[in-house]
Nanobody, 122 residues
Framework: QVQLVESGGGLVQAGASLRLSCAAS????????MAWFRQAPGKEREFVAA????????NYADFVKGRFTISRDSAKNTVYLQMNSLKPEDTAVYYC???????????????WGQGTQVTVSS
C-alpha cells in the first residue's frame, strides 16, 4: 500500500506561483509512476501532469504546458508540482496519484491522495 498526502495549496492571486507537494509513505515511489490531477466544482477530475518511474518521461496537459512542472525526489519520497502564472481557471482540488504501471493521462492509477485546494483569485 502507498499512502499519499498532498500539501501546499492555498489562496493566491492570478499570476502567482505555488508548489504542491505529495509525500508518500508505505512504499518507495521510485517504483511508481506519479501524476497530478485536478477537479474543479461541477467538473470531472482531469489529468494535469505525470512523471515516469525513472523521472525520464514527463507528460503535461496542454492547458498547463509552459506553466507547471512536475518533479520527483526519491530521497524524500516526494513528488512536486510547481505551478507558475496561475490563472483563475486553475482553481480546483489537486490530487496526487501513483501507478505501478506506465503513466497515463487517464484516471487508471492505483493510489490517490485526499487532495489539496488551490484557489486563484482574479
Amino acid at each position: 500500500q502507498v499512502q499519499l498526502v498532498e500539501s501546499g495549496g492555498g489562496l493566491v492571486q492570478a499570476g502567482a506561483s505555488l508548489r504542491l507537494s505529495c509525500a508518500a509513505s508505505g512504499r518507495t515511489i521510485s517504483n511508481y509512476g506519479m501524476a497530478w490531477f485536478r477537479q474543479a466544482p461541477g467538473k470531472e477530475r482531469e489529468f494535469v501532469a505525470a512523471v515516469s518511474r525513472g523521472g525520464i518521461t514527463t507528460n503535461y496537459a496542454d492547458f498547463v504546458k509552459g506553466r507547471f512542472t512536475i518533479s520527483r525526489d526519491s530521497a524524500k519520497n516526494t513528488v512536486y508540482l510547481q505551478m507558475n502564472s496561475l490563472k483563475p481557471e486553475d482553481t480546483a482540488v489537486y490530487y496526487c496519484a501513483a501507478t505501478i504501471s506506465m503513466i497515463t493521462t487517464t484516471r487508471r492509477y492505483d493510489y490517490w491522495g485526499q487532495g489539496t485546494q488551490v484557489t486563484v483569485s482574479s
